[in-house]
């Protein structure tokens, strides 16, 4: 099973904004797209992106630092998957690292008419990823509360 995805980017002026550094919108996209890509592996099904919690922003990212960007599916529900997602920079010139963002997203898988589909059921293999699965479930629990579900 598929449970991990890592996305590596160089980003571009225009990606930039005044400031010299990237727009947050654009480091958010590319965790959605990271979160997708692993959250599709894992179900093998077409999956959407139902909602993203806590994305902090740590450090501004520079035009032509190096971005990877890890996402990890960490537990699922019925047919929703939830990715937690860290965004790492390097300076290539340097060698330095440091963490630049990270963020929780849930993705949906669905079947060929668009309803929401079952997923593969997700078995923890350590303790660190029964620990990843209960917070993810204790962020579901909260929502259920805030929306009434
Ligand atoms: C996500 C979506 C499919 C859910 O549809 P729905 O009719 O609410 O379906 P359900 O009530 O059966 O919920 C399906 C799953 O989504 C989860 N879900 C629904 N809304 C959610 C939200 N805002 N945040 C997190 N999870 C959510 C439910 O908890 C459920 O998970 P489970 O089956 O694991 O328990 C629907 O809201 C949608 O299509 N949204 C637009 C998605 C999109 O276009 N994204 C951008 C492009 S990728």
């Known amino acids: 099973m598929n449970r ?3 996305l590596i980017e160089t980003l571009l002026p225009q990606d930039t904004n005044p400031a010299g550094s990237i727009f947050g919108g ?36 520079r035009l ?7 996402a990890r599916v960490v537990c699922t529900g019925r047919t ?8 790492e920079t390097e300076n290539v010139l340097t060698g330095d690292s440091a963490v630049a963002a ?18 593969p059921r997700w078995e ?5 990823e029964r620990r990843l699965c209960e917070a ?6 909260r929502r259920g509360r805030k929306s009434g579900r």
């Open 64 to 70: 032509g630092e190096v971005v990877k960007v890890e």
């Open 124 to 128: 923890p293999r350590s303790e660190e």
């Open 4 to 6: 991990d995805w890592t």
């Open 26 to 61: 654009v480091i958010m996209g590319l965790m959605d797209k990271a979160a997708a890509i692993a959250a599709w592996r894992y179900a093998r099904r077409e999956v959407v992106t139902a909602g993203a919690e806590q994305i902090s922003l740590l450090r501004p990212v």
């Open 102 to 119: 990270a963020g929780f997203f849930t993705m949906v898988a669905l079947d060929r008419e668009g309803t929401p589909t079952e997923v």
């Open 80 to 87: 929703s998957i939830d990715v937690d997602v860290v965004v």
């Open 136 to 141: 993810a479930r204790e962020r579901r629990a």
